[in-house]
Nanobody, 114 residues
């Protein structure tokens, strides 16, 4: 089963940017869809963005126009570029293949605060 390691989180002021990276333990070449999820304190995990093998992307309404997901199959990585960050984006961010996956990484914490 493929495992993921997320990185790139940190503390940023409102309006700032961060670039999250997700490294897979094996090739993601054959994985049709990859996505990012997030879980804010006291809330359930929610889907943020997804990208299929062909590069087609989808985003949650709350991040549309601010976040960009991309994938590099050769490097087995998935990237989430986050711009114009808001306090409501504060959460632990995870990448995976789908929401029903049983194995999740530790995630990377994003804190948006002044």
């Amino acid at each position: 089963q493929v495992q993921f390691v997320e990185s790139g989180g940190g503390l940023v002021q409102p309006g700032g940017s961060l670039r999250l990276s997700c490294a897979a333990s094996r090739s993601i070449f054959s994985i049709y869809v990859m996505g990012w999820w997030r879980q804010a304190p006291g809330k359930q995990r929610e889907w943020v963005a997804g990208i299929n093998y062909g590069g087609n992307t989808n985003y949650a309404d709350s991040v549309k126009g601010r976040f960009t997901i991309s994938r590099d199959n050769a490097k087995n990585t998935v990237i989430l570029e986050m711009n114009n960050l808001k306090p409501g984006d504060t959460a632990v961010y995870y990448c995976n293949t789908d929401s029903t996956a049983t194995l999740w990484g530790k995630g990377t914490l994003v804190t948006v605060s002044s």
